[in-house]
Every structure is written in C-alpha cells, then in structure tokens.
C-alpha cells in the first residue's frame, strides 16, 4: 500500500539535505503526485513518445528511473523489435523499490533496472533516453557534459525526452509560477509548513536553469530539433531530437 508523505509535517530544528533515501523511497509515488502537476499526464505521454521514436535492436534508457512510474510507462508502450528498457539510478532505496514495483508486470518489452551513476555508464546504441527530472539533481557543471553523452549514445533520429522544473527568465513571471506550484501542493493537501520545510531542504540539491539554458545546452550538443510537448506552472518537457 503506497505510504503518505509527510516527510516535512512536523517542525524540524534542523533541516538536512534533501536526499533519495529510504524515507524518501517509501512515500516517492504520493510525494510526486502531489507535488508535480499534470504528472500522470506526463506519464503516459512519455510512453507514447517512446512508442513513436523507439527503433528495433536498440536500447531505452530510464536515467533516474526512481520507483519506475516512467520506466513502465515505456514498457507497455513500446512495439520494436528486440528492445529492452534500462531503467538507472544511484539510489539503493530507489532501485530496490523500483524492481519490487516492475517485476508485478509483465510486458513484451523486457526490463532491467540497476544501480549505477549516470554520468560515467558505458550506454548502448539507444534510440529514446529519459531524464524525467533528474538533471536537475546534477552538478551544474556536469550538465553539458551529460547532455552530450547522451548525444553521442543516440542512434540517428533517436530522442531525448527531457523533462525539467525550470526558472523563468523574468523574476516576477518565476513569482508568479512558484506562487501557483505553492498553490498546486496546497490544494493537494500539504501545509505551508511542509511547503517551506521541503524547499530548504532541496534548495541547495536541486539547482534549476532557466529555458533558454536547457536549449542553448541540447544546441551546443548538436540536437537538431528541440520541441516543448508539455508545460504547466514551473515544470516542462522537451523532445530533442538526434
């Protein structure tokens, strides 16, 4: 049965970093539904991305796959010939409850989920890659390099679908887009105690760029087409194609 967030309901005197720990693992389902809107939307629009652009005899890659939500997703979407989905994270807590959760389905596309850090794995020819918010997570600085990384694992015509809570530009448009997020997860149940106790806690871990950083990043690594396919508030998705 999935467990409640409430991570953040009571007052805390010391308010770590937030990490992708065990605590966290458990309520993961619960947190990001109440937390990212039009996610379930976002969830099934990216197994429809995979079935479109996967390619036979290739690889998908989940980079941060958490509990698996996406990874499934791909799975019961996906139609190629001889592909396999790759779901990674660095998360012992998140891996173990990701393989709990896809091994109770059954789907042609076959699955393998590991442990492993993003940055330096030995990647596949791969016709579709997803960083479903796990860029954000990265040391700025090791965010072109692994954008070109993925370039290079792509197979021509393969995508990346990118998907990012993002700055705006404007200070007082990204006001007002917190404002309504801040909205979002009230209405949703959590408390503004939660609400400010989370963001410290994420503040220094979860750096977000503006758009035109995330475009200016996919050009220089050579992507021909970069397309926005969903929005709401300060969350987005972009396909870039190969």
């Known amino acids: 049965m ?20 065990e605590n966290v693992a458990a309520v993961f389902p619960d947190m990001i539904a109440r937390s990212i809107p039009g996610y379930p939307l976002m969830i099934e629009n990216i197994g429809r991305l995979a079935r479109q652009y996967c390619q036979a005899d290739s690889t998908i890659y989940d980079l941060g796959c958490a509990t698996g939500t996406a990874t499934l ?26 393989q709990q959760f896809v ?17 330096n794995y030995a990647y596949q020819p ?15 600085h090791e965010r ?30 990204n006001e007002l887009l917190v404002d309504l997020h801040h909205q979002f997860k009230g209405d ?19 750096l977000t760029d503006t758009m035109s950083t995330h475009t200016s990043r996919l050009d220089s690594a050579g992507f021909a087409h970069i397309i926005p396919w969903f929005s709401c508030f300060n969350f987005m ?6």
């Open 2 to 21: 999935p467990q409640i967030d409430k991570l953040f309901s009571t007052h805390l005197n010391k308010i770590a970093d937030f990490s992708f720990d």
């Open 73 to 98: 997703s791909m799975a019961k979407h996906v139609a190629a010939n001889n592909c396999q989905i790759v779901g990674i994270d660095n998360s012992p807590a998140m891996v173990k409850q990701c």
């Open 103 to 119: 091994s109770q389905y059954h789907h042609p596309c076959p699955i393998k989920i590991e442990c492993a850090d993003i940055t």
């Open 126 to 140: 791969s016709s579709v890659i997803l960083m479903n918010f796990t860029l954000q997570f990265l040391a700025p």
């Open 144 to 173: 072109q390099a692994m954008i070109q990384r993925i370039y290079d694992a792509l197979l021509p015509g393969g995508v990346l679908i990118l998907s990012e809570k993002f700055t705006h530009e404007d200070v007082i448009g």
């Open 188 to 206: 949703n149940g959590y408390s503004d105690l939660e609400i400010s106790q989370k963001r410290t806690a994420l503040e220094k871990v979860m």
């Open 237 to 242: 998705s972009l396909v870039a194609v190969k």
